[in-house]
């Protein structure tokens, strides 16, 4: 019925099943970005928001959720990441952080929701600590930028 990996003939949700693929070296990077006010930028950037350090909370907060992607979205599978980085991009000229994740494995699956993951959480985190300077912040660019290995290969996002 369908070419999506998690739809059977009958047009039913499943978990594929990865049991006889080849476990391979995959490593997903995604992206994201916050814009916000200067105001709030500089307090990000200056360590003044009395919650505490912004950046390293969102990193934490990034980290963890790559962990537990399978407990957010449905159909992915359990696994044993083996190494998850969360980076930072202050851009002062446009009010924005960019955000970007990069997920390492050697498993049967790959491993870009837990990359896409990591950027919203550690997006999200951005916002919830400075929600109350800014309400007006924008989530935005949440996308894969890269992943590698498996049977479909390499992908390399052309633009931004």
Known sequence: MSDFTHMDEKGHVRMVDVSDKTPTDRVAVAQAKISMTSETFLKIMNNEVLKGNVLETARIAGIMAAKKTPDLIPMCHPINIGHVQVDFWPD???NAIGITSSVRILDRTGVEMEALTAVSAAALTIYDMCKSHDRA???SDICLKQKS???SGTFIRETD
Do not use: T
């Open 92 to 94: 002062e000229a446009n």
């Open 137 to 139: 912040m924008i989530i």
């Open 149 to 151: 290995g498996g049977k």
